[in-house]
């Protein structure tokens, strides 16, 4: 080979490894972005619950703090872990939903300064009382006004995928800068180098998400190609070459990507175990889905679970999940009848046509056997048809399977899927066990989910367990079974399997 050829060969070599790494670069911001508005969508449901709340308080009456207007406003108070305080006010008079925040809010309501929305009878502010810090969103109106206060601390832990969440700050702001909710990383001086900058910015509210991530990490993101990779992108840089003369190629949508990762199995499940409180016994598992690329990169579950949602890919995903552990520990389940398999299903889902003779044959398909599985239904989003929900609730009770209220205590239907569901299980949501061992009024919220499960006949799980504090206060309380990274984080089956053989667990000693 003479010289001019190898400079060539080498020239080529380069080329298509710097159109390999732009193509990726791309990619991946692409994906920050997505990650960005899904973070916007989370607040903007969060302040859609709290004008819902205040659209139906509104609807009742005169502001007047009777009676009626005291009960209605601690009902939406207690029911909705987000909503943490409401305030009525008119020239009347001025209640609030737990009197004891009176003194801590008030100070910091008359200190702030709105910034008004689209519709400008509502406000935003930024709240900070003591510890406590959150969104103020306020609707005037002729007769008084309705003030919500949010609490935000918790809505950015998990929108980043694990290998970036070292190497990311997020902020989530008003439209004026004022900071709403933040995520940094554990130490954040190891934040390093120069960044790059994302901003996403809802449409209907004044808030928007920021994100500072390392350049050289989003440079290198799913970037850890070899040569072989070089060449099959030097292929299909042809074939692009070729197609797009042709004026036929169109460049990956989020949708045409998922459809690629459904097909090709890169989307799995995991299993974070479940756990007995005080002896430390695995008790069952959780299946979570995760979106592992190629390379080894992740996407979150909070960003392509609502794109399988709203595209209708959400039956496949969750199908494709149960066949797929049944493959990985259907084996293990059967040699231990005792354990249980939870796996998650929207209430959209649960009433789709179809539901449960579609998955009738799945699970059977899968090997599994239905008295071992536990459909979680999230309360996060309402159930549209409570009478189709008792219906298919019914029906999967007589196969076995029983069903648990995920997430619970953070939705806006109030009790209303407890009647709709007639669950086996009551999982309380990582929001209230964060500050079960820190502030009463999580306590006191967890004695009320309790109190409510036991009236129902129900279970209590409580999810979200970090530290042994909470363990043993959550035990305290009376509940039996958790998960948690105390335990364990969710596990690929392999992992699984070995520590089930392994069964009981230590649990780990007091600080
Ligand atoms: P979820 O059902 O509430 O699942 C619990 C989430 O909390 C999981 O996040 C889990 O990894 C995380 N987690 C558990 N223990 C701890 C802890 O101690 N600390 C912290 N910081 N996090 C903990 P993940 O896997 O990111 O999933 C997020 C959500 O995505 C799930 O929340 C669920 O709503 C949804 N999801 C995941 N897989 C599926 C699926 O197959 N179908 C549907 N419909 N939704 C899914
Ligand atoms: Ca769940
Ligand atoms: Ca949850």
């Not at 929108?159 to 990383?185: C, F, K, N």
């Amino acid at each position: 080979m003479t010289g001019a050829s190898i400079g060539l060969a080498a020239l080529v070599a380069g080329c298509l490894w710097l159109i390999a790494h732009s193509f990726v670069a791309q990619a991946n911001r692409q994906q920050l972005n997505d990650m960005l508005q899904a973070a916007v969508i989370r607040l903007e449901r969060q302040i859609d619950l709290a004008v819902i709340s205040m659209g139906e308080l509104g609807a009742q009456g005169p502001y007047d703090c009777s009676p009626s207007v005291s009960k209605a406003i601690e009902d939406i108070a207690f029911r909705s872990v987000s909503i943490r305080e409401i305030r009525v006010s008119s020239p009347r008079a001025t209640c609030w939903a737990d009197n004891a925040h009176e003194q801590l809010f008030q100070a910091s309501l008359a200190a702030s300064d709105p910034v008004p929305a689209i519709n400008p009878a509502y406000e935003l502010a930024p709240m900070e009382a003591g510890e406590w810090k959150g969104l103020m969103v306020r609707w005037t109106s002729e007769d008084g006004s309705l003030t919500a206060f949010l609490a935000t601390a918790g809505l950015l832990f998990d929108i980043l995928p694990g290998e970036l969440r070292d190497h990311a700050r997020m902020d989530m702001t008003l439209s004026d800068q004022r900071l709403v909710s933040s995520y940094e990383p554990e130490v954040a001086a190891d934040l390093d180098g120069d960044f790059s900058d994302f901003t996403k910015a809802s449409d209907r509210y004044p808030i928007r998400v920021r994100l500072m991530i390392e350049e050289a990490v989003v440079a290198s993101w799913n970037s850890n190609f070899g040569s072989d990779i070089v060449a099959i992108t030097g292929l299909f840089c042809l074939g692009l070459g070729y197609l797009g003369a042709r004026g036929l190629v169109r460049p990956p949508t989020p949708l045409r990507q998922l459809d690629d990762a459904l097909s090709r199995g890169h989307i799995h499940p995991v299993y974070q175990p479940l756990f007995c409180l005080s002896t430390g016994r695995m008790t069952g598992f959780e299946m979570l889905a995760r979106w592992t690329r190629p390379d080894g990169t992740s996407i979150s579950p909070a960003v392509f679970i609502p794109l399988a949602e709203d595209s209708g890919r959400i039956d496949r995903l969750t199908f494709a999940l149960l066949d797929r552990a049944g493959a990985e520990i259907g084996d293990m389940l059967r040699r231990n009848e005792a354990l249980k398999l939870s796996f998650n299903v929207t209430p959209d889902q649960l009433i789709g046509s179809g539901f449960v003779e579609n998955f009738k044959v799945k699970i059977q398909n899968a090997g599994l056997n239905p008295l071992q599985l536990v459909m979680e239904i999230t309360e996060r989003q309402p159930i549209s048809d409570v009478e189709a929900a008792l219906s298919v609730s019914r029906e999967l009770s007589a196969l076995g399977i029983r069903l648990a209220i995920d997430d619970a205590g953070t939705g806006h239907n109030g009790l209303s899927s407890l009647h709709a569901l007639q669950a086996h299980y009551l999982k309380i949501d990582k929001y209230f066990v964060d500050g079960v061992a820190l502030d009463r009024k999580s306590a006191v919220l967890v004695e009320v989910l309790i109190s409510l499960a036991s009236q129902f006949g129900m279970e209590v799980v409580a999810e979200g367990i970090e530290t042994e504090e909470q363990r043993i206060k959550l035990l305290d309380l009376g509940i039996k079974e958790g998960q948690g990274y105390l335990y364990a984080k969710p596990l690929p089956a392999s992992d699984l399997i070995a520590r089930v053989e392994n069964s009981v667990k230590p649990l780990p000693k007091a600080a």
